[in-house]
Nanobody, 121 residues
């Protein structure tokens, strides 16, 4: 019923930038919080940044000042602008959304399939 599709990952040198996108599609009535999480090899998945429908943001301390989350509600899309990338940012980045389906009043949580970001020289 709902798909979250990420794009924009890849290989970048330390200090470089990447912009991730995540588009939600399907029978969506409204989207509340959208966000990005990441999971490095051998580590647990962790929050990177979230953005509520009212504009409230939350960032992991490790990315504050380097990453910026934004969204285009008309396109049900969330972005993550990543700058000053470090090797420790290497991970699979997952999109996440809390949304309500058409014909429902329940808030449901969905994940994307993930996109690899590798920061290496």
């Amino acid at each position: 019923q709902v798909q979250l599709v990420e794009s924009g990952g890849g290989l970048v040198q330390p200090g470089g930038s990447l912009r991730l996108s995540c588009a939600a599609s399907g029978s969506i009535f409204s989207i509340n919080t959208m966000g990005w999480y990441r999971q490095a090899r051998g580590k647990q998945r962790e929050l990177v940044a979230t953005l509520t429908a009212s504009g409230g943001t939350n960032y992991a301390d490790s990315v504050k000042g380097r990453f910026t989350i934004s969204r285009d509600d008309a396109k049900n899309t969330v972005f993550l602008q990543m700058s000053s990338l470090k090797p420790e940012d290497t991970a699979v980045y997952y999109c996440n959304a809390d949304l309500i389906l058409k014909g429902s009043y329940l808030l449901r949580n969905y994940w994307g399939q993930g996109t690899q970001v590798t920061v290496s020289s």
